[in-house]
């Protein structure tokens, strides 16, 4: 039987407010596998998925190295950015409006534990989303997220990820570009690899935008298959 996975997709919210929503899931369910296991019950554990567009915002993981944002506060300021040192893995990120944010807080004692398997399935996920658009990403070795042409001077990235884990439980998640200014990447070091170019979908298909809309659903349809997975839309925030 597959498990239920709730979807809410946020539109274009302020990063902070996202970021407190998926600590209240994801505290919750912390909270309840608790209680489970203190009182000796069975109550089931709720997955959720939220999509979501931000506002122009740097993050930078725990373990990230601050040098790899080139800019001060006041050059970010003229952007029109913010920036967090958030709780995550990995080290900088950009999000920003024509990229789909998607955030899972599932519990993987529903699925399976083992993180790297998460996050192998999210990356497979996005590669069978971007072959349905014809383009043949890859994993790079070492490298969290996905890539086109890997292995060559011309590698670069198209979606960027980075999670956190408790109890198994998930939150942060990947960023694909789909209609991305690429300018901002200018600013910074993505994820602090140097000499390595990042891309957005609509750039690599020579489309003037991406349906967005359309991309979010072949996402689901892959997150569905490749967690045995049924997503169910959920209205309330």
């Keep these: 039987m597959n498990k239920i996975v709730q979807l809410q997709d946020l539109g274009h919210k302020d990063y902070k407010e996202t970021w407190d929503y998926q600590e209240q899931l994801f505290k919750e369910t912390l909270d309840l596998k608790i209680r489970n296991r203190r009182e000796e019950l069975a109550l089931e554990t709720p997955n959720h998925f939220l999509f979501v567009e931000h506002p122009h915002v740097y993050t930078l993981g725990k373990s990230g190295d601050i040098s790899n944002l080139l800019v001060d506060e ?3 300021e003229e ?3 913010q920036f967090y040192k958030i709780n995550r893995g990995g080290d900088i990120t950009y999000h920003g409006p024509g990229q789909i944010v998607g ?3 599932i ?3 529903n699925f399976f534990t083992d993180i790297h398997k998460y996050l192998r399935l999210l990356e497979e996920m996005v590669i069978l989303t971007l072959a349905d658009y014809g383009l ?3 994993r790079s070795k070492g490298e969290t997220g996905v890539w086109l042409d890997v292995g060559t001077p011309f590698a670069r990235k198209i979606c960027a990820m980075g999670v956190r884990a408790s109890r198994w439980v998930t939150m942060h998640g990947f960023a694909l570009n789909v209609n991305a200014d690429l300018g901002y990447f200018d600013l910074m070091i993505p994820c602090g690899i140097k000499g390595k170019a990042v ?7 020579g489309w003037t935008e991406v349906d967005i809309a359309e991309v979010k ?3 689901l349809k892959h ?3 490749l967690f045995e997975a049924e997503i169910k839309q959920k209205t309330e925030a």
Excluded: M, R, W
Aim: aromatic letters at 8%.
């Design 74 to 76: 006041k050059a970010l």
């Design 79 to 81: 952007k029109g950015a």
């Design 103 to 105: 955030y899972p807080i």
């Design 107 to 109: 519990d993987l004692d």
């Design 136 to 138: 043949k990403a890859e």
């Design 199 to 205: 891309t957005s979908l609509n750039v690599e298909l």
């Design 217 to 219: 659903q072949k996402l």
């Design 223 to 225: 997150f569905g298959v």
